[in-house]
């Protein structure tokens, strides 16, 4: 991620690397841009939603919270006034004991959920709304067998110089395996 006036100047259309970041030969460039608001602050149109990561995550048999995936959102690309949408699928593999699942938004837990031994499978969703001062956090999930809860929160945590969704997982019963089969994170500009 290059930053203006540091890595590059634009004039027009143009756009002027400086010597140290210009692009080498087989690079892939990759531009982001925002549309500049109006005096009245109407709401503008912005092009598609963006897709920041998906992927598979890991599996775990830990018996402690452990990282089974990440999304690290690099330093200036949120700002206020866009949403994150972060969904997500568990696999619980083993009938002995249950599981628990939580996601992070930076340092703020915006869920944690304790599954019983019969919940083979869980799901959620939880979306951060940016403001000035942080993010406004909403979630939803539930599993084969877990209850639907949903709920909201606040973070402070500063996503203008990056942030990271971190999704952890952990075991009850010795032998038996909690996997993050998918993840999305999607910015709504």
């Known amino acids: ?107 703020t837990t915006v869920l944690s959920r304790n599954a019983s031994a019969v919940d083979a499978q869980a799901t959620g969703r939880a979306d951060a709304a940016l403001t000035a001062a942080g993010a406004q956090l909403s979630h939803q999930s539930w599993g084969t067998s877990l209850a639907f809860a949903a709920g909201v929160g606040k973070a402070t945590d500063d996503y203008t110089a990056g942030i990271t969704v971190d999704f952890q997982a952990m075991t009850v019963q010795s032998g038996e395996t909690v996997t993050l089969k998918n993840f999305t994170v999607v910015r709504f500009p």
């Open 1 to 107: 991620l290059q930053k203006p006036g540091q890595d590059y100047t634009l004039s027009g259309n143009q756009i002027q690397f400086v010597t140290l970041a210009a692009p080498q030969p087989g690079d892939t460039l990759m531009a982001s841009y925002r549309l500049t608001g109006s005096a009245d602050d109407t709401p503008q149109l912005f092009p598609n939603p963006q897709v920041l990561c998906s992927g598979l995550g890991a599996a775990t048999n830990s018996s402690t919270l452990a990282s089974v995936g990440t999304c690290t959102i690099p330093a200036s690309l949120l700002a206020a006034g866009d949403r994150v949408e972060i969904r997500f699928d568990v696999d619980h593999a083993g009938t002995a004991g249950g599981f628990s699942f939580e996601v992070h938004w930076g340092a």
